[in-house]
């Protein structure tokens, strides 16, 4: 039976304060676990947002520019099996080519 969970940020210390740049895949997208799946930014450096677990992104709560909060999802997936709890995301540091 399918679920959803929405993608949500990981708590840090110190905080960063991310915005997104940039959506990396539309609404409508089956993703992998691990998959990037969005750009953010925290003024200094980007990083990638991962999917946690695969599924078919459904929809995104943010746009290019919004700020991001940690008491709000960035993101809905919708997984196959049965329901499991799905960890809050760390962005990773985007690495240059």
Request: glycine share 8%.
């Amino acid at each position: 039976m399918p679920f959803f969970y929405e993608v949500t940020l990981a708590e840090e210390t110190p905080q960063p304060a991310y915005k997104l740049t940039q959506q990396l895949v539309p609404a409508g997208t089956l993703v992998g676990t691990g998959q990037n799946i969005a750009v953010l930014s925290d003024g200094k450096s980007e990083f990638h947002l991962r999917a946690p677990l695969q599924g078919l992104l459904v929809g995104w709560f943010a746009e290019s520019g919004d700020a991001l909060d940690l008491d709000e999802p960035v993101a809905r997936i919708v997984a196959e099996g049965a329901e499991r709890l799905v960890s809050a995301v760390t962005p990773v540091r985007s690495q240059v080519c």
